[in-house]
């Protein structure tokens, strides 16, 4: 099943980075797989030592080619075909809290907007 390269949107699929081979495709339609830095057609042949950049759910993963494989395997040898190079996510504590409204709870009120800009840093009054 190791062939000197393979479609992209394939190898995505044979090594679960994505569900099923249309999603994969979709997602090189889309723009969200890169390979060596440019943006991939799902067709795009990838080899061994290839870097590709895959957007997922607003976050990018890094992979390098190992094994160019096209038939979906078991999991110990679809992570032995690639290499994740993913940085590690930042700590919770400095992402940003974003205060959430209630659904259907309509339009701040000018009291909630003063609050909303007070808690953001924002206060305006002088």
């Not at 969200?32 to 870097?51: F, I, L, W």
């Not at 690639?82 to 209630?102: C, G, K, L, N």
Request: overall charge positive; charged content about 35%.
């Amino acid at each position: 099943m190791t062939a000197a390269s393979a479609r992209v949107d394939a190898w995505l699929w044979a090594v679960r980075v994505y569900k099923t081979r249309s999603l994969a495709t979709a997602a090189c339609r889309a723009g969200h797989v890169r390979v060596n830095g440019e943006k991939a057609k799902a067709a795009q042949q990838v080899r061994p030592g290839d870097e590709l950049r895959v957007r997922i759910a607003g976050f990018d993963r890094m992979l390098v080619v190992r094994e160019t494989i096209v038939k979906r395997v078991g999991a110990v040898q679809a992570a032995a075909a690639a290499e994740d190079r993913t940085p590690p996510p930042p700590p919770r504590e400095s992402t940003p809290f974003v205060p959430v409204r209630d659904r259907g709870a309509g339009r701040p009120t000018k009291r909630d907007r003063r609050d909303i800009e007070k808690l953001r840093g924002r206060d305006l009054e002088h």
